[in-house]
């Protein structure tokens, strides 16, 4: 079975322009979460979404926003970007809701954003 | 709160020794599970063992082993016989009633030939 792969891989924006990352999660798999991780906050929660619902979401600005589509993938955007929103991106996909720790979460690769 | 500490920022061991991974977690629920994870320079996590609050006994699976003391609020990592493959950061994870993961923030682990 394939694993959650991510795209792109890499990115370099400048601040101000706007991205969008892109999740395709483990066949079946019908939750997508994204984290933020970075060296000084380490591993953050940005968000879960479930059957095309966001079913929770951690504490990050408005500008972070994403979406599932109806066969799962996922994508998640942000706006006006700063420099601090340079990071590594991660996806992780489970098959059912993975909040409360009910499923297993897989990890992709990850998308490294670069904010100049 | 929830919180996660992982007190060891950064490990090194000569290949062969034994090594343990601390995790300290904190929380009021009483129904809650936690999660190692290791994550090797090409950036993704590894999942490697689920734990929930009521299942106290220890695992082992192949070279590595957990420990979960409810009593310390403990879950710590010890892998025998390390290897150089072993060398990543591992990352210790809770998540109870508050539905999110949250993650300690890592230890970075050396294992030298």
Same mark, same amino acid.
């Given at each position: 079975?394939?694993?959650?792969?991510?795209?792109?891989?890499?990115?370099?924006?400048?601040?101000? @322009?706007?991205? !969008? $990352?892109?999740?395709?999660?483990?066949?079946?798999?019908?939750?997508?979460?994204?984290?933020?991780?970075?060296?000084?906050?380490?591993?953050? %929660?940005?968000?879960?979404?479930?059957?095309?619902?966001?079913?929770?979401?951690?504490? %990050?600005?408005?500008?972070?926003?994403?979406?599932?589509?109806?066969?799962?993938?996922?994508?998640?955007?942000?706006?006006? $970007?700063?420099?601090?929103?340079?990071?590594?991106? $991660?996806?992780?996909?489970?098959?059912?809701?993975?909040?409360?720790?009910?499923?297993? @979460?897989?990890?992709?690769?990850?998308?490294?954003? !670069?904010?100049? | 709160?929830?919180?996660?500490?992982?007190?060891?920022?950064?490990?090194?061991?000569?290949?062969?020794?034994?090594?343990? &991974?601390?995790?300290?977690?904190?929380?009021?629920?009483?129904?809650?599970? /936690?999660?190692?994870?290791?994550?090797?320079?090409?950036?993704? /996590?590894?999942?490697?063992?689920?734990?929930?609050?009521?299942?106290?006994?220890?695992?082992?699976?192949?070279?590595?082993?957990?420990?979960?003391?409810?009593?310390?609020?403990?879950?710590?990592?010890?892998?025998?016989?390390?290897?150089?493959?072993?060398?990543?950061?591992?990352?210790?994870? /809770?998540?109870?009633?508050?539905?999110?993961?949250?993650?300690?923030?890592?230890?970075?682990?050396?294992? &030298?030939?």
């Amino acid at each position: 079975k394939a694993g959650v792969t991510q795209t792109p891989r890499y990115l370099i924006k400048t601040r101000g @322009q706007q991205v !969008t $990352l892109s999740c395709s999660p483990i066949s079946g798999h019908r939750s997508v979460s994204w984290y933020q991780q970075t060296p000084g906050q380490g591993l953050q %929660f940005l968000f879960e979404y479930f059957s095309e619902t966001q079913r929770n979401k951690g504490n %990050f600005p408005g500008r972070f926003s994403g979406r599932q589509f109806s066969n799962s993938r996922s994508e998640m955007n942000v706006s006006t $970007l700063e420099l601090g929103d340079s990071a590594l991106y $991660l996806c992780a996909s489970s098959p059912g809701l993975a909040g409360y720790g009910a499923d297993t @979460q897989y990890f992709g690769p990850g998308t490294r954003l !670069t904010v100049l | 709160a929830q919180k996660v500490t992982q007190a060891q920022t950064e490990i090194s061991v000569v290949e062969k020794e034994d090594v343990t &991974l601390d995790c300290v977690y904190e929380t009021r629920d009483t129904t809650y599970y /936690l999660f190692w994870y290791k994550q090797p320079p090409s950036g993704e /996590l590894v999942f490697l063992i689920r734990r929930n609050s009521f299942d106290e006994q220890n695992e082992i699976s192949g070279r590595y082993s957990w420990n979960f003391q409810k009593s310390t609020s403990s879950f710590n990592f010890t892998i025998t016989a390390s290897q150089v493959v072993d060398s990543a950061v591992y990352f210790c994870a /809770l998540s109870d009633r508050d539905d999110k993961i949250i993650f300690g923030k890592g230890t970075r682990l050396h294992i &030298l030939p």
